[in-house]
């Protein structure tokens, strides 16, 4: 069961499942923001336009222009404030998942440099290219005095 869960743990904190968990969170505050922008400005565009209204707040613009004039222009609300929630709420959640990957990535490198700070134990002998101990003063390829 541990081994499970360590490799469930390597899956997790792999960059294309992170970055693609990222994806879809970003996508669906993103989806808020289009769906504000539609319903606050260009909803509002249209039925100004239009003539009947058809179900809710659609109004089909080939139905009636009779009734077109100034007044209807004047009657125009643009309910921005909407769609200026939906980007702050988009920018916070790109902050946090930014500062959550940031945290991760640090991590992850930390881990990796626990792993990468063994010192060497084998050096390489300047006159035949053999791998000797690192306390070696004389070759045993080749017998030459090493003076490092």
């Not at 039925?47 to 209204?53: F, L, M, V």
């Not at 089909?60 to 007044?71: K, N, T």
């Not at 309910?79 to 930014?98: C, K, M, P, Q, R």
Request: aromatic content about 8%; glycine content about 8%; proline content about 3%.
């Amino acid at each position: 069961m541990k081994k499970f869960l360590q490799e469930f743990k390597e899956f997790a904190l792999k960059g294309n499942v992170m970055d693609m968990a990222i994806g879809v969170i970003i996508g669906g505050a993103f989806s808020s923001i289009v769906t504000a922008l539609t319903e606050s400005f260009i909803n509002p565009l249209i039925n100004s336009i239009g003539g009947a209204e058809v179900g809710g707040s659609i109004k089909l613009p080939w139905v009636d222009y009779s009734g077109l004039d100034a007044e209807t222009a004047k009657s125009l609300t643009l309910n921005y404030g909407d769609f200026i929630t939906a980007i702050i709420n988009f920018l916070i959640i790109a902050l946090v998942l930014f500062l959550m990957l940031k945290g991760m990535n640090k991590l992850i490198n930390l881990r990796k440099k626990e792993e990468v700070e063994e010192e060497p134990t084998t050096k390489k002998c300047p006159f035949c290219f053999s791998e000797i101990d690192i306390k070696a003063t004389k070759c045993p390829h080749c017998t030459s005095d090493i003076k490092e």
